[in-house]
């Protein structure tokens, strides 16, 4: 079955850097795009990024643009998120999510979230 | 403010069937496929019909999806306890090249 699994959540300080991962498992992770979507506490979900099977295009909200970096490693069979200069506005709790192809961008497995808290 | 417009929230009697609606615009609704999500209190979300009218394996026939121009409706008839729940509407939006969310609807089953 499908498992998808974030860490590298915790608290930083407003500035600093975060990496997160999700492991993918249960499926050929190499053949599916890949998501990450947030969600500030007592919020609505907001898209961050999003990155094609091979690697090779990335798309990013504007909120996070120029700050995170979405890569994967099919090898590892993980995808990670690299966020710098962290703000408060980026407190949430960060999901990993697959699109399979010919989805339509349709996020059909969701990890079980890890949290993210950017102290001032 | 989200991309997607959704009523902040709705509500229902078991039994009844309830329609939550997503607008959008021509680059995003007009021009690609409607997602929409189901969020349980306190879990990750689901996808719940994806391609505007297609279920996943397992998700019941009460929940539907229809999309015409730069709208979208979910439809959830028979409502039950259990779905009770944040919904999402979402796209990709092909101007702004990023997933758009609707901002949510908070369903009540009363």
């Known amino acids: 079955q499908v498992q998808l699994v974030e860490s590298g959540g915790g608290v930083v300080q407003s500035g600093r850097s975060l990496r997160l991962s999700c492991a993918a498992s249960g499926f050929t992770f190499s053949t599916y795009a890949m998501h990450w979507v947030r969600q500030a506490p007592g919020k609505g979900l907001e898209w961050v990024a999003f990155i094609w099977f091979d690697g090779i295009n990335k798309y990013y909200a504007d909120s996070v643009r120029g700050r995170f970096t979405i890569s994967r490693d099919n090898s590892k069979n993980t995808l990670y998120l690299q966020m710098n200069s962290l703000r408060a506005e980026d407190t949430a709790v960060y999901y990993c999510a697959t699109d399979p192809p010919s989805s339509g961008y349709a996020l059909d497995y969701w990890g079980q979230g890890t949290l993210v808290t950017v102290s001032s | 403010q989200s991309v997607l417009t959704q009523p902040p929230s709705a509500s229902g009697t078991p039994g009844q069937r309830v329609t939550i609606s997503c607008s959008g615009s021509?680059?995003?609704?007009?021009?690609?496929?409607v997602n929409w999500y189901q969020q349980l209190p306190g879990t990750a979300p689901k996808l719940l019909i994806y391609r505007n009218n297609q279920r996943p394996s397992g998700v019941p026939d009460r929940f539907s999806g229809s999309k015409s121009g730069t709208s979208a409706s979910l439809a959830i008839s028979g409502l039950q306890s259990e779905d009770e729940a944040d919904y999402y509407c979402?796209?990709?939006?092909?101007?702004?090249?990023?997933?758009?969310f609707g901002g949510g609807t908070k369903l009540t089953v009363l």
């Open positions: 021509n680059s995003n609704i007009g021009s690609n496929t």
């Open positions: 979402a796209a990709w939006d092909a101007s702004l090249n990023v997933v758009v």
